[in-house]
């Protein structure tokens, strides 16, 4: 799918409609959230057809596994080098203790997503706040948004006013925008990060969980996560706060039960609960 000139979505995985993963097609090249290790072959069969053998960057908003899982599969076959956090890169580069927390929380659905590969820390380039990569074309500005992961790198592509956030913005379902916050969240960092991105000269957002929205969504997201936050505080359990959030939110109801969407949405009350205790 095309999104703008130069920029691409692809469908990433053998469940449609769940992972974005975005390629910049211009002077330097560029992959941003590659997903999950078991879509890696979608990836590069994608590029094939568009021949394209050789990348010049993955861009790995963070390190969960449905996001950065087949980014050291990938780099090894076009020989690209990672964009991280700082704080992600030595999970990166060995995800062996990734690997254990993610099946920890995740169950069987790890096992569906797939074994991240590691890769050569050498290959990984730690990203600053507002580091920016010339692409030719374009450039690509890396902004740094704690609160649904501390490691959590957001992307600007400034000349076509993209902004590629990640989980910092939230799931894009049926026109509306789902917090995503698993444990550990940061409530009032995730906030800030959305403050950021209003104040940022962008017209396209385009979210791996899945597919593009007006800025409109940042606003959006902004109230919807005010509002489960202090939802939260009163329930007693992950069962609980969904009911409550029935109630004041007519939108949650569109999330069906046993999707993939679903499992993202209840392990997001699980972290929205922890938050308002700590």
Sequence with gaps: ??????????????????????????????????CVANGAKIILDFLSKHGVSKLDYIAVTHVHIDH????????????????????????????????????????????????????????????EDWQSFDLGDDELVAIHVPGHAPHMVAYLLKRRKILFPSDAVGMLHKGNVFP???????????????????????????????GVATKDCITEAKRRLKLWFEVAKEAKSIEDLDSRLREVDEAVAQLEKGSLLHSFYLTSLGGLLSSTKS
């Design 1 to 34: 799918m095309r999104v703008a000139e130069k920029v691409y979505l692809i469908d990433s995985f053998a469940v449609p409609g769940i992972f974005s993963t975005y390629f910049l097609d211009f002077e330097k090249k560029v992959l941003i959230d590659p």
């Design 180 to 210: 995503l916050t698993p444990p550990p969240f940061d409530f009032e960092k995730a906030i800030e990060s959305l403050e950021k991105f209003e104040k940022l000269d962008i017209e396209v957002v385009a979210l791996t969980h899945f």
């Design 68 to 127: 950065g899982g087949s980014a050291a599969t990938i780099a090894k076959k076009t020989n690209a080098k990672i964009l991280a956090h700082p704080k992600g890169l030595k999970h990166i580069a060995n995800p062996e203790k990734l690997w254990f927390a993610s099946k920890a929380v995740l169950g069987e659905l790890a096992e569906i997503y797939g074994k991240p590969e590691g890769i050569e820390e050498e290959r990984i380039i730690p990203v």
